[in-house]
């Protein structure tokens, strides 16, 4: 009859009823007279179950063989529920008896007798519920079955489907004190069958708790969080905080990834959650404390669960529904500090989980919309502006090539866990050639993983203010920048990082420390307190010892240093030296002296050599040795002496005004000799008026001019007016450069040219006066200008 094998369980769970009905009823109200005098007479032969019935106090020998039957069936549903649920479902108790048509059963008892039976078989359903081991739809099914058969058994209203009960939500009213101390629980385990146990008295409160107890088993088992009837009372009754939150955070992860649900899938998951932790209280006045609950998550606080609640619907991406229910109504069911933190936590979570560090895909693309999706929540709040910061940072890191580990790409969640984010631009600028050309973009996410709130390590002692951690992160960028360009051979890109950016950003009070050296007590075991900025010196110093070869990327450009490369590298070394002297703490300036003092030794001697290449070249080169040359004159001689040698260091390109300079000196040389040529010139017009005064006697006016002329052709030739005209046309050109007079505009070329007659005649009468002693040392001292080569 137990049905224990599982071969026949079927059929004998079709006639289990059948058995109780027919064999057990007629079999207990038979003639029990006997029986009982021969069970008195004989208790060694009293059957086990009977001793413990009877020892528990609970056996009345006229409802022995009943209790036995009792006994049985809530043992039966912890070994086969299903037996015990058909039992229940076709046997109405003792009073539903088949004696094969000769008298009703029910004859055998009288009305109090019936009572109590009736009592005692309510009872064993009730209990026969707690004991059903199985945490599945169709045990709970079951149960819902027996429940139902006790409310039509006891007369009470009938309870809806455990699908429709779970869509309601009815509340459950108040329970007696009684029912819900945590000395109940007990009873869930054992002594199902004792009087005391008030959870199975069949009365309005403990099926009052069985319908909540049950809807709250059929709610956790449907979200996959497996429960039974007595894992639910446990909860209820011990209200223990540690084991409520386990099941809602088992509850709750069925929720996870549903983003295919509408919002009234969403809106009837919060409800369910509300009225797991309270039965629906609410709606009742009169409730003792309303910040703890009396359901199986009595003792988690209710902002905790709808912080949750809320947290599901921003993993889903209902954010129009979330905004709807927790940001724009009037009463809102959460603060808004916890709101704001949920959704950061939201957003963290999306950003942790992401596997792109693109934003427009993946976690970082849902952390970036949840940052959006509540605007007057979250706005100005300074961990928002982070968030939004660490989603920039990501992206463009994202758009270069980057393995941490060995066939392990860069996830978004490194840069947050990562102690010093700053060395992964480091690892940046190793994996991706040239890339420290783009030094703005690394400045530029190095300022941004600052304001991220990522960790810049700081050396103690020093304040972690917002500002410090940014001109610690452009530090670092810079120097990672300078040493990869060194790395890669680009000496000049790392030259001009060096005397511009650390000259900008660098401070001599970030590497000295004045004021933490102020405070060192001197002691022995005293350890020096450590810079601050420990990377701008030592690039510096890097690139300062840089060695040019033949990988060493040429320049692209000299600008006004030396012409000769090896002096130019030398003086760009010498630059980041001197950068780093005033970046370097006090202990390392010897190193730094050091090196620079070799560079300058090593320039001092290229310059010498420079030098004596140049000298070896003019004596080479000079004009004398030249093919075509021409002759040394004593005017050319004085020239030359007079002439400052060229400046051996102006081998580089000169400016426009250097220029104009270096021809005014060379204009000088021509300009003397036109002087001299002035003088012979005037001394030639004087003899030629003496000679026409001579020869107008002789010869015609026609013969005259033409001596004239010729004697003018004889003392200025061709070549020398046009050399005039060169010389003259320069210095007018230049003549703002050697503050020469502005010339009248107002005066015409003709009474220029009178001016100059009336100069000429004037210097030709007075070349009349002149002592012939006089005549003849002018005579010696006369330059001829008729030998073709000597010109």
């Keep these: 009859m137990t049905g224990k094998d599982s071969n026949t369980l079927g059929e004998e769970n079709q006639s289990i009823g059948r058995d ?26 009293q059957s086990q179950a009977a001793i413990s019935l009877e020892k528990a106090g609970i056996i009345n020998h006229k409802y022995a063989g009943w209790e036995l039957v009792f006994a049985w069936v809530t043992a ?10 058909k039992a229940i479902e076709q046997w109405d108790g003792p009073g539903d008896v088949d004696l094969g048509g000769f008298e009703d059963g029910t004859e055998w008892l009288d009305e109090d007798d019936q009572r109590h039976l009736e009592q005692r078989y ?62 109940n629980a007990k009873h869930l385990r054992n002594n199902h069958l004792e009087e005391k146990n008030t959870l199975t008295n069949p009365n309005k409160s403990s099926i009052n708790l069985l319908k909540a107890l049950l809807v709250s088993a059929y709610l956790l088992t449907r979200g996959g969080e497996g ?36 919002d ?59 905004r709807s229910l927790y940001e724009t109504p009037a009463e809102k069911p959460i603060p808004e500090e916890y709101l704001q933190h949920a959704i950061f936590t939201a957003a963290e979570n999306a950003y942790d989980n992401a596997t792109n560090p693109n934003k ?55 840069l947050r866990v990562n102690p010093d984010p700053l060395s992964i631009l480091n690892k940046i600028l190793k994996q991706n050639d040239k890339s420290y050309t783009q030094i703005n973009d690394f400045v530029l996410m190095a300022r941004e993983m600052a304001k991220a709130g990522l960790t810049i390590p700081i050396p103690d002692g020093y304040p972690t203010t917002p500002d410090l951690k940014l001109k610690i992160a452009e530090k670092r960028v810079i120097s990672m920048c300078i040493d990869m360009a060194l790395a890669e051979d680009d000496f000049e890109t790392a030259y001009s990082y060096v005397v511009t950016r650390l000259k900008a950003v660098g401070r001599q009070a970030h590497t000295r420390m004045p004021e933490l050296e ?18 701008s010196w030592r690039a510096a110093l890097q690139a300062g010892k840089y060695r040019k070869n033949s990988q060493t990327t040429r320049a692209t450009h000299l600008g006004n240093t030396s012409g000769n490369p090896e002096i130019r590298h030398l003086q760009q070394r010498m630059d980041c030296l001197a950068q780093a002297l005033r970046l370097a703490p006090r202990d390392t300036l010897q190193e730094v002296l050091n090196a620079y003092r070799r560079c300058e030794e090593e320039l001092e001697t290229m310059i010498k050599e420079e030098a004596e290449q140049e000298e070896a070249w003019d004596e080479k080169a000079d004009d004398k040795n030249m093919p075509g040359g021409y002759a040394a004159t004593p005017a050319r001689k004085h020239s030359n002496a007079r002439t400052p040698r060229r400046n051996k260091n102006e081998e580089a390109p000169v400016s426009f005004f250097d220029l104009s300079k270096e021809s005014i000196t060379r204009a000088q040389t021509g300009l003397s000799a036109l002087s001299m040529f002035r003088v012979k010139s005037q001394r030639a017009e004087t003899m030629s008026e003496k000679h026409d005064v001579t020869m107008q006697a002789e010869v015609p006016g026609p013969a005259a001019d033409l001596t004239r002329s010729s004697s003018g052709r004889t003392s ?27 010339v009248n505009a107002n005066v015409t070329s003709s009474e220029r040219g009178s001016l100059h007659s009336r100069n000429s005649s004037g210097s030709t009468s007075r070349s009349h006066e002149v002592p012939a002693v006089e005549e003849n040392r002018q005579e010696d001292e006369e330059i001829t200008w008729d030998d073709e080569d000597a010109w």
């Design 20 to 45: 109780l009905r027919g064999l057990t009823g007629p079999w207990l109200y038979g003639d029990n007279r006997w029986k009982r005098r021969k069970v008195q007479d004989n208790p060694s032969e």
């Design 76 to 85: 039966e549903a912890g070994i086969s529920w299903t037996t015990a649920v």
């Design 122 to 183: 309510a009872k064993a359903a009730l209990a026969t519920a707690y004991v059903i081991p199985e945490s599945s739809i169709e045990a709970l099914e079951g149960i819902h079955r027996i429940l139902s058969r006790i409310l039509t058994l006891l007369d009470m209203d009938k309870m809806p489907t455990l699908e429709a009960a779970a869509a309601i939500l009815t509340p459950i009213p108040t329970f007696e004190e009684s029912y819900l101390y945590r000395k």
């Design 227 to 262: 429960c039974t009837v007595k894992r639910a009372g446990e909860l209820a009754l011990l209200q223990d905080e540690r084991e409520q939150m386990m099941a809602f955070r088992g509850f709750i992860s069925s929720f996870g990834q549903r983003s295919g649900s509408d």
């Design 264 to 322: 009234r899938f969403w809106i009837k998951m919060r409800n369910e959650l509300l009225w797991l932790r309270d039965w629906g209280a609410e709606e009742f006045e009169g409730t003792i404390d309303p910040s703890l609950g009396r359901g199986v998550f009595g003792r988690i606080h209710k902002e905790f669960i709808e912080v949750e609640a809320f947290k599901l619907l921003l993993v889903n991406a209902r954010y129009t529904l979330a």
């Design 360 to 414: 427009s895909r993946g976690g970082v693309k849902k952390c970036d919309e949840i940052l959006n999706a509540f605007p007057n929540t979250i706005e100005g709040h300074p961990r928002a502006q982070e968030l939004r910061n660490l989603i920039q940072v990501t992206d463009e890191i994202g758009r270069y090539s980057l393995v941490l580990k060995q066939g392990q790409p860069f996830l978004p969640v490194n």
């Design 518 to 535: 102020r405070r060192n007590t001197g002691c022995i075991g005293q350890r020096p307190p450590r810079p601050i900025d420990d990377w």
């Design 716 to 742: 200025l030739r061709k070549r020398d007016q046009l050399r005039n005209a060169a010389v003259g046309t320069l210095a007018g050109g230049i003549g703002w450069l050697i503050n020469a007079p502005p």
